[in-house]
């Protein structure tokens, strides 16, 4: 596998991670600090991205990437440009009740795209400041950060998205208020949750955590036993920055398991439904997987093997009830390391070697589908997504030292928005 | 219930209004007392009938149109009938699949399905006819019923003495208040099947269960076909998994697919019809050659003066019942659309049958939704019977799912319909079966499996050990109750991975 098969599987994984960092850095604003949402020229900021930075700093501290000093200073400057930010109910405005737009101009942090004011991406962005206020514990600068941190947390009205209902909405937007799309089912939201039931100021309310549980199956799929959702990523997002392993809530004592556990059944799920292969894709076996949200083929449909071929662009993929078009994320066995690390390793390495060109230097590519021949080996998604490096830096980071999940556990608003949703057990 | 009989006359029609409404039918002299006055001769009508008079009962069956109601003039035989025509003939776009490629796509003849619905209404209205019915004793008054008194029930001007009612008069399609849809033009279920042409664009409004029907069935026919849903999803009342499996079929089929969108205003340039419509703040127009409006049903109760008899009733709801299927007028039953949520030609008649037992047998049996299956007959169908899991959280019960993908089943692959999957829910710690949800090419029937399960009490464990034919996907069903033995016995080797046997 050309660059990769020579190193061990710790320097395989080293050189990835760093990689996936650099991006983070290599994206971001000088000025506001904003990271760009993918590599592509002219790519706005994703709050999210920007909280998968914030956590990265410190994992970058500790590997001696960059120095404590450079980090906070990194740190501080995206933590001002956010507390200075338009906060209105303004069509451009950055942000509105704490919350911030999804997407943000990487110079102005304006809004653009008239996209929504996103809870769940403010929540992957809160999560990365408190990530820095628990790892910045010295004076002066680091001092800074930390208030900001608490500021920035403070000032989120997590009860006003529940918009007078025991709910929680995706979104809001200037134009037409709250967006009417529900949560239904288990999904990436858990992270949102805990930091809104943990505000000191303005906290969900008890019983929101238990609406949303209301919408979970229990299944027994392909033999294992999971509380499913179907894309990966579901199964990733919220566990970058809370260590499941031992501790339960409600649902999970019921069901003996933990949400641990339950990422590691998913994989299972994806690992097998890719040997099976019901639809009879280009590549996918027990090692070749990781079927989640991301970018796909934007081409019209076509025929193969005697079944119609269509194809979805960006879109939430899920296994094993689909939707699935052939494309994988490449990035996505890798970051399930902390969780199976053996299937991770093995699918990562087959991966390089049978389609090394979803690999460039050393960082994966959003989307990959070999089922659809676009040219030599398949359609291959161009560039970088921030998302997809943060999650990758992270995860490893975890996987090999704890880093992130150790600076959460001592993170009391996620203690106590844990505590304020039942969880009990291990570490709590 | 069809307020106006058809005006032209085919051989077929002829033959049909002989058995549902003779044409030389002259109303019977009232005998001095009926144990049971129905109104209303759908299906709940007919099956209270035939129920009270076979067991000997006088029986007065009052109609104000003709017999067989919705289901069979308007709803579950002619949709059917075509959404078979749209199987056949959207069937044939993947023929290549199976080795039998068309030289070309074949011409669709709208007329020929549309006389082949007309000659199976026809066919069955035998099972339904006035003949058989009078042969039974039972007297059929065609007219219009209401109440005028406590006791006092008049057919047109005519008294019908009795000492127990049923109201079974169904409902018809619910009309949204959008401005201009009246004077735009639109169909509804009730009227959708006099169409004498295949529309070239077609717009559904709802996208619960007739919409979802009718919409893929004109779509897979040929009709460019766009459909509104003010909900996220489409079929609320189903899980997600299902709903979305529906989504991607309908744009698999080329459906335009429009969820989270209500429609605010309809116009008309010309012979173009235009729904002005709103996702979010983004507004929108969709052009059409017709309108087809599925947003739900009303209970036929407005002509029966029910006040007048102290029958409580709520005009979205339709009668107030108690579990017994009896009104607030001790002497006044209900069934079916009239009275019931679930508006399913089943429901309607088990419960008629209910409530005629109730009110001259005094059996005091209760309506049980949690038995009813129920099914969405789109491609692929969706059924469902019991608990959904949202319905056991809410009532503590720990409930799990055992899932049985089709693309995991051996005849539905060979089938070519691997579509879909069988999802059984059981309360945990225990082999008792809750409820069910299959997604697949014949859930409709594979449904019924589960619900002679359920009525017997038959557990998973008992249920893994029923052999059934192979290969059949009805083997599905097994393998979810041997998934659930794998998962509870721990005597039993646990073997992730590899494929089922059967």
């Given at each position: 596998?050309?660059?990769?098969?020579?190193?061990?599987?710790?320097?395989?994984?080293?050189?990835?991670?760093?990689?996936?960092?650099?991006?983070?850095?290599?994206?971001?604003?000088?000025?506001?600090?904003?990271?760009?949402?993918?590599?592509?020229?002219?790519?706005?900021?994703?709050?999210?991205?920007?909280?998968?930075?914030?956590?990265?700093?410190?994992?970058?501290?500790?590997?001696?990437?960059?120095?404590?000093?450079?980090?906070?200073?990194?740190?501080?400057?995206?933590?001002?440009?956010?507390?200075?930010?338009?906060?209105?109910?303004?069509?451009?405005?950055?942000?509105?009740?704490?919350?911030?737009?999804?997407?943000?101009?990487?110079?102005?942090?304006?809004?653009?795209?008239?996209?929504?004011?996103?809870?769940?991406?403010?929540?992957?962005?809160?999560?990365?400041?408190?990530?820095?206020?628990?790892?910045?514990?010295?004076?002066?600068?680091?001092?800074?950060?930390?208030?900001?941190?608490?500021?920035?947390?403070?000032?989120?009205?997590?009860?006003?998205?529940?918009?007078?209902?025991?709910?929680?909405?995706?979104?809001?937007?200037?134009?037409?208020?709250?967006?009417?799309?529900?949560w239904e089912g288990y999904n990436e939201a858990t992270?949102?949750?805990?930091?809104?039931?943990?505000?000191?100021?303005?906290?969900?309310?008890?019983?929101?955590?238990?609406?949303w549980s209301?919408t979970y199956q229990w299944?027994?799929?392909?033999?294992?036993?999971v509380l499913y959702s179907g894309?990966?990523?579901t199964h990733?997002?919220?566990?970058?920055?809370?260590?499941?392993?031992?501790?339960?809530?409600?649902f999970?004592?019921?069901?003996?398991?933990?949400y641990?556990?339950n990422?590691?059944?998913a994989?299972?799920?994806?690992?097998?439904?890719?040997?099976?292969?019901?639809?009879?894709?280009?590549?996918?076996?027990?090692?070749?997987?990781?079927?989640?949200?991301?970018?796909?083929?934007?081409?019209?449909?076509?025929?193969?093997?005697?079944?119609?071929?269509?194809?979805?662009?960006?879109?939430?993929?899920?296994?094993?009830?689909?939707?699935?078009?052939?494309?994988?994320?490449?990035?996505?066995?890798?970051?399930?390391?902390?969780?199976?690390?053996?299937?991770?390793?093995?699918?990562?390495?087959?991966?390089?070697?049978?389609?090394?060109?979803?690999?460039?230097?050393?960082?994966?590519?959003?989307?990959?589908?070999?089922?659809?021949?676009?040219?030599?080996?398949?359609?291959?998604?161009?560039?970088?997504?921030?998302?997809?490096?943060?999650?990758?830096?992270?995860?490893?980071?975890?996987?090999?030292?704890?880093?992130?999940?150790?600076?959460?556990?001592?993170?009391?608003?996620?203690?106590?928005?844990?505590?304020?949703?039942?969880?009990?057990?291990?570490?709590? | 219930?069809?307020?106006?009989?058809?005006?032209?006359?085919?051989?077929?029609?002829?033959?049909?209004?002989?058995?549902?409404?003779?044409?030389?039918?002259?109303?019977?002299?009232?005998?001095?007392?009926?144990?049971?006055?129905?109104?209303?001769?759908?299906?709940?009508?007919?099956?209270?009938?035939?129920?009270?008079?076979?067991?000997?009962?006088?029986?007065?069956?009052?109609?104000?149109?003709?017999?067989?109601?919705?289901?069979?003039?308007?709803?579950?035989?002619?949709?059917?009938?075509?959404?078979?025509?749209?199987?056949?003939?959207?069937?044939?776009?993947?023929?290549?699949?199976?080795?039998?490629?068309?030289?070309?796509?074949?011409?669709?003849?709208?007329?020929?399905?549309?006389?082949?619905?007309?000659?199976?209404?026809?066919?069955?209205?035998?099972?339904?006819?006035?003949?058989?019915?009078?042969?039974?004793?039972?007297?059929?008054?065609?007219?219009?019923?209401?109440?005028?008194?406590?006791?006092?029930?008049?057919?047109?001007?005519?008294?019908?003495?009795?000492?127990?009612?049923?109201?079974?008069?169904?409902?018809?399609?619910?009309?949204?208040?959008?401005?201009?849809?009246?004077?735009?033009?639109?169909?509804?279920?009730?009227?959708?099947?006099?169409?004498?042409?295949?529309?070239?664009?077609?717009?559904?409004?709802?996208?619960?269960?007739?919409?979802?029907?009718?919409?893929?069935?004109?779509?897979?026919?040929?009709?460019?076909?766009?459909?509104?849903?003010?909900?996220?999803?489409?079929?609320?009342?189903?899980?997600?998994?299902?709903?979305?499996?529906?989504?991607?079929?309908?744009?698999?089929?080329?459906?335009?697919?429009?969820?989270?969108?209500?429609?605010?205003?309809?116009?008309?340039?010309?012979?173009?019809?235009?729904?002005?419509?709103?996702?979010?703040?983004?507004?929108?127009?969709?052009?059409?050659?017709?309108?087809?409006?599925?947003?739900?049903?009303?209970?036929?109760?407005?002509?029966?003066?029910?006040?007048?008899?102290?029958?409580?009733?709520?005009?979205?709801?339709?009668?107030?019942?108690?579990?017994?299927?009896?009104?607030?007028?001790?002497?006044?039953?209900?069934?079916?659309?009239?009275?019931?949520?679930?508006?399913?030609?089943?429901?309607?008649?088990?419960?008629?049958?209910?409530?005629?037992?109730?009110?001259?047998?005094?059996?005091?049996?209760?309506?049980?939704?949690?038995?009813?299956?129920?099914?969405?007959?789109?491609?692929?169908?969706?059924?469902?019977?019991?608990?959904?899991?949202?319905?056991?959280?809410?009532?503590?019960?720990?409930?799990?799912?055992?899932?049985?993908?089709?693309?995991?089943?051996?005849?539905?692959?060979?089938?070519?319909?691997?579509?879909?999957?069988?999802?059984?829910?059981?309360?945990?710690?225990?082999?008792?079966?809750?409820?069910?949800?299959?997604?697949?090419?014949?859930?409709?029937?594979?449904?019924?499996?589960?619900?002679?399960?359920?009525?017997?009490?038959?557990?998973?464990?008992?249920?893994?050990?029923?052999?059934?034919?192979?290969?059949?996907?009805?083997?599905?069903?097994?393998?979810?109750?041997?998934?659930?033995?794998?998962?509870?016995?721990?005597?039993?080797?646990?073997?992730?991975?590899?494929?089922?046997?059967?």
């Amino acid at each position: 596998m050309g660059g990769f098969s020579h190193l061990s599987d710790e320097m395989l994984v080293s050189r990835l991670q760093r990689a996936a960092f650099s991006y983070l850095t290599d994206y971001a604003d000088a000025d506001t600090g904003l990271v760009a949402d993918t590599s592509r020229p002219g790519s706005p900021c994703s709050i999210a991205v920007v909280g998968f930075a914030l956590s990265a700093y410190p994992v970058a501290v500790e590997n001696g990437w960059l120095s404590r000093a450079k980090a906070a200073r990194l740190t501080l400057r995206v933590l001002k440009f956010f507390l200075d930010s338009a906060q209105s109910e303004a069509p451009d405005a950055t942000g509105y009740k704490g919350f911030y737009y999804h997407f943000l101009d990487m110079k102005t942090g304006r809004r653009v795209w008239q996209c929504e004011l996103s809870l769940i991406d403010t929540a992957l962005l809160i999560a990365g400041v408190l990530v820095a206020a628990g790892h910045f514990d010295g004076d002066g600068i680091e001092s800074e950060i930390r208030d900001h941190a608490d500021a920035l947390y403070g000032r989120v009205d997590w009860h006003w998205a529940q918009n007078s209902t025991s709910g929680l909405s995706q979104g809001w937007k200037p134009e037409c208020g709250f967006l009417h799309y529900g949560w239904e089912g288990y999904n990436e939201a858990t992270i949102l949750y805990i930091l809104g039931l943990g505000s000191p100021t303005f906290p969900l309310s008890a019983s929101c955590y238990e609406t949303w549980s209301l919408t979970y199956q229990w299944e027994n799929l392909l033999d294992h036993n999971v509380l499913y959702s179907g894309p990966l990523f579901t199964h990733l997002f919220s566990h970058a920055w809370i260590d499941f392993r031992g501790i339960r809530d409600g649902f999970m004592r019921e069901k003996n398991s933990d949400y641990f556990e339950n990422t590691k059944s998913a994989i299972a799920i994806h690992r097998e439904y890719g040997e099976r292969n019901p639809y009879e894709f280009e590549g996918y076996c027990r090692d070749l997987w990781g079927v989640t949200a991301g970018e796909g083929p934007s081409v019209a449909s076509s025929r193969g093997k005697g079944r119609d071929r269509r194809f979805y662009g960006y879109m939430s993929r899920g296994v094993p009830y689909g939707p699935d078009d052939g494309t994988i994320s490449p990035w996505a066995m890798l970051a399930t390391l902390p969780f199976t690390p053996e299937a991770a390793l093995a699918g990562t390495r087959h991966l390089l070697e049978r389609y090394p060109q979803v690999c460039s230097d050393d960082r994966f590519s959003s989307g990959f589908n070999p089922t659809l021949r676009d040219g030599d080996g398949g359609w291959l998604s161009q560039g970088w997504f921030g998302l997809d490096q943060g999650l990758l830096a992270i995860s490893i980071e975890n996987h090999r030292s704890g880093l992130i999940w150790e600076i959460m556990r001592r993170c009391p608003y996620i203690r106590a928005g844990l505590a304020h949703a039942g969880f009990s057990g291990g570490w709590l | 219930m069809q307020r106006t009989t058809p005006a032209a006359l085919s051989d077929d029609e002829a033959s049909l209004l002989r058995r549902v409404r003779p044409q030389d039918w002259r109303n019977p002299r009232p005998k001095s007392l009926y144990d049971l006055a129905i109104i209303g001769a759908g299906p709940a009508g007919i099956a209270a009938a035939e129920y009270a008079a076979r067991r000997g009962f006088t029986v007065a069956l009052i109609e104000r149109a003709v017999l067989g109601g919705d289901s069979l003039h308007t709803g579950s035989v002619p949709s059917k009938a075509i959404i078979r025509t749209a199987d056949i003939y959207g069937g044939m776009r993947d023929a290549d699949e199976f080795g039998a490629p068309l030289p070309e796509q074949p011409a669709f003849d709208f007329a020929a399905a549309m006389d082949r619905l007309r000659r199976i209404r026809t066919r069955i209205a035998v099972y339904h006819s006035v003949h058989d019915l009078t042969a039974l004793g039972i007297d059929i008054f065609f007219g219009e019923a209401r109440f005028a008194g406590p006791d006092k029930l008049v057919v047109d001007a005519t008294p019908l003495p009795f000492r127990k009612v049923l109201i079974a008069t169904g409902a018809r399609p619910k009309i949204p208040g959008i401005p201009g849809l009246k004077e735009t033009g639109y169909r509804t279920s009730s009227t959708i099947f006099e169409m004498t042409a295949l529309p070239k664009r077609l717009a559904v409004i709802g996208g619960g269960p007739l919409g979802c029907e009718l919409a893929q069935a004109f779509c897979r026919m040929g009709a460019q076909v766009t459909i509104v849903q003010n909900n996220p999803k489409f079929l609320p009342r189903e899980e997600r998994d299902a709903a979305e499996i529906l989504n991607w079929s309908m744009a698999r089929d080329g459906m335009e697919i429009r969820l989270n969108t209500v429609v605010i205003a309809a116009r008309r340039e010309g012979d173009t019809k235009i729904l002005e419509t709103l996702n979010n703040e983004v507004k929108g127009e969709i052009a059409a050659d017709e309108i087809l409006v599925c947003t739900g049903r009303v209970p036929n109760i407005e002509a029966l003066d029910l006040a007048a008899a102290g029958i409580a009733s709520n005009p979205r709801r339709g009668v107030t019942v108690d579990g017994f299927l009896c009104s607030s007028n001790p002497d006044v039953y209900a069934a079916g659309d009239a009275c019931l949520p679930l508006k399913f030609t089943n429901a309607a008649q088990s419960s008629a049958r209910r409530a005629v037992a109730n009110a001259l047998l005094q059996a005091g049996q209760k309506h049980d939704n949690s038995v009813i299956p129920w099914c969405t007959y789109c491609s692929p169908e969706i059924a469902h019977i019991g608990l959904q899991v949202w319905d056991a959280h809410r009532q503590s019960i720990p409930i799990k799912s055992y899932t049985v993908m089709l693309n995991d089943i051996d005849r539905a692959i060979t089938d070519g319909e691997e579509t879909g999957f069988v999802k059984i829910h059981v309360a945990e710690g225990s082999d008792r079966i809750l409820g069910a949800t299959i997604v697949a090419s014949h859930a409709s029937e594979l449904i019924n499996e589960i619900a002679v399960i359920m009525s017997t009490g038959i557990g998973m464990q008992a249920l893994a050990e029923v052999i059934h034919t192979y290969p059949a996907q009805s083997g599905a069903i097994m393998l979810a109750a041997q998934a659930y033995r794998r998962d509870t016995d721990s005597t039993v080797l646990q073997t992730p991975s590899g494929k089922p046997l059967v």
